[in-house]
């Protein structure tokens, strides 16, 4: 496992999150959702092709320092079958429905309304609104995308992830289950994956 560290070099620096993830990848979890990171025998051939080396490491550093310098914040499961949670961002005041394996639910013991910890990074609204966000009342209008990664389901650093948990306000937890189970009432069906290089894709 890598440090945490302050600085990113596949991230924007200038730009710093008011409550950064700070939680450390874990490479076995991060292999379950993105085995296509990780092909059988990797290690032994990527040395003789150096641009996927470089690709392979590119990725595998950006997801590391989303968790670490992203914006953490509210989630929570709101259907069990498919699992799927709601993350929350604060900057567009909406929720992202996420679609992850079903056998998470037992793995995680995971029931209606568990609490999870999203880490977010933003793509600006000049590149327009992804539809199958709904902006709320406190949009702050900066952003029209953002990009949630479920903290427990990439990272063992629990310590960490119940810390910064407890830090968020009871009023988030709520409003993000209540968005949630809005977004849910009114999707017909249509989720994120929630794996890594997917879940900044809108729902179909």
Known sequence: MRKRKANAQTLNNFSRASHPGLVILSHEKLRRLEPQLFPQGIYKFLRYIPTLRKRWDWWLLRIEEHLNNGDSRAAVVVYLEP?????????????????????????????????????????????GLAPDLVPGERDHKRYGNFIPYIAEFLSDDNERIAARKTE?????????????????????????????????????
């Open 83 to 127: 699992l799927i949670v709601a993350a929350y961002t604060d900057e567009l005041d909406c929720v992202a429905l996420l679609e992850f394996p079903d056998e998470f639910v037992e793995e995680y013991k995971l029931t209606a309304g568990s609490r999870l910890l999203t880490v977010n990074l933003y793509r600006r609204r000049e590149k």
């Open 168 to 204: 968020i306000s009871e009023e988030e937890w709520q409003r993000a289950e209540q968005m949630g189970r809005e977004a849910l009432r009114k999707c017909d069906g249509a989720t994120r994956d929630g794996s890594p290089l997917l879940a900044d894709e809108p729902a179909e």
